[in-house]
């Protein structure tokens, strides 16, 4: 046997206790699948004293965790703090100074950080692993680093939000209103502290800057996600969707277009019976599109102790392997500078808004939509009553550009009673 692979980690929460489990657990398989013992020797948290429900005896205790970071008998530096700043920052940074490689889970800090800690790391010879930071269990930073490398990439898609899909699954499901189930997922304690990263897409659109690096070689480039959540979907939406043979997910693309790299995550209809419209409860998926490969669709556990702390140990087995990857699967300094693009690949939307009931007044909205360029595909009138008509349209492919332009004619009709709702659908 050869030296140890000796792990300092950082965060004895949920993931880091899964880790601490794994370690302790299967220290034999992990040294037959890596050829060494792989130990650990010293953790940090907050609280000393907090049952962790796994023994820690044996570990040395730092309760500064960049103490933790620079220690001399730690090889693998494992943050599982979270944050994109704070000690999270300052631990990763000091143990990549001081020649540690580093694991983490922590997808908030590398789409704020991830060039510079990129940078730093290779500058040190040091790598950066983050299989955890994006879709929990499923081994997606890997699929997108090492097995579709000899690809092209044209589409990255993926539901990256257990918690999200958990709403909008039970919604349907339940006929709940929006607020009812959120209220459901804060007592089942799916939502993170900040309930915004959830249901506001910025989790999930830091996931999906994380994965749009690897795919296009770009630097990661959180700012420019077009972000929208999902707390304004309401239940009659997601019904009326469901009667037309979609769901309404919170989706994340990436895609590379003549004008630059596309982001955006966002509420988008997909037909009911792809896999992303299957997918129920707090599963993720993420969809992979190569140009040799053609698509590629990985399903699982986005979060959890155990999914999780598999895909954590996964990145400690590359390391204690002795396989060396960049962050982002090239030299950082060669990531180019991504030129952003706002949504110009064009796509069908659906369209729900309550119109006066008067003559005339579907035509206006017709010819607004004749006139921004924009083509009926269906249309109709539901749940109709002495002075409103309900109206649902699905557009023939057209650009946001010329939705936008539409959305706001709209308002000149004078036909529409409060404001439309648009959502994309995309095709999967
Ligand atoms: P958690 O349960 O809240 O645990 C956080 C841990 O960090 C706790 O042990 C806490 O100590 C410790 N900690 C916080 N601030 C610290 C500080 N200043 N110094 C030392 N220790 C500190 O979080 P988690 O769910 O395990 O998540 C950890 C990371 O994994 C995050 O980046 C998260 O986004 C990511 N992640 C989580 C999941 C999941 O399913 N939970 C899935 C994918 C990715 P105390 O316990 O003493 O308070
Ligand atoms: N809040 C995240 C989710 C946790 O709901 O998917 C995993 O990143």
Known sequence: MTQPLRLGIAGLGTVGAGVVKIVRQKADLLAARTGRPVKITAVSARSRDKDRGVPLTGYDWEDDPVKLAIRDDVDVFIELMGGSDGPAKAATEAALAAGKDVVTANKAMLALHGQSMAELAEDAGRVIRFEAAVAGGIPVVKALTEGLAGNTITRVMGVMN?????????????????DQVFEEANQLGYLEADPNLDVGGIDAGHKLSLLASIAYGTQVDFENVELEGIQRLSIEDIRTAADMGYRIKLLGVAQMTGRGLEQRMSPCLVPADSPLGQLQGGTNMVVLEGDEVGQIVLRGAGAGAGPTASAVMSDVIEI??????TTFGQPARGLKQAQPARTVTPAPYYLRMLLSDKPGAMGKIASVLGEAGISIDRMRQTRHDSTSAPVVIVTHKTSRDSLDTALEAFSNTGVLLGAPVAIRIEEV
Not at 164 to 172: K, S
Not at 320 to 325: C, V
């Open 162 to 178: 257990g918690t999200c899909n958990y709403i909008l699954t039970r919604m349907e499901s339940s006929g709940f209103p929006y």
């Open 320 to 325: 204690a392997r002795g396989t060396r990857l």
